[in-house]
C-alpha cells in the first residue's frame, strides 16, 4: 500500500492561504489598536487579493534557464 497526500484543488488552498493570512493581519492591527471595522474591512480587502494572488500564480514552477539560454547572453 503506498500512503500519500489527497490532492487538493487550488481553490481549496488558495482560500485557506487567504483565510489565513487575513486573519493574522486583522488580528495583528486589533493588536496594535486599530479599530475593529477598519481593521477588518482592511483584513478582508487584503485577503481577498492574497487569494486571486495565490489561485492565479500559486501554481507555477520556477524553473532554471536552460544551459542554451545561459550561453547566448
Known amino acids: 500500500m503506498h500512503l500519500r497526500m489527497p490532492a487538493f484543488d487550488r481553490g481549496v488552498t488558495s482560500f485557506l492561504w ?31 487579493a492574497i487569494f486571486l494572488f495565490v489561485r492565479l500564480k500559486g501554481d507555477e514552477e520556477v524553473r532554471r ?6 550561453k547566448q547572453r
Open 18 to 48: 487567504g483565510f489565513g493570512f487575513g486573519l493574522y493581519l486583522w488580528l495583528g492591527m486589533l493588536a496594535i489598536g486599530i479599530s475593529g471595522a477598519t481593521a477588518f474591512i482592511i483584513s478582508a480587502v487584503a485577503a481577498g
Open 65 to 70: 534557464p536552460s544551459p542554451v539560454q545561459t
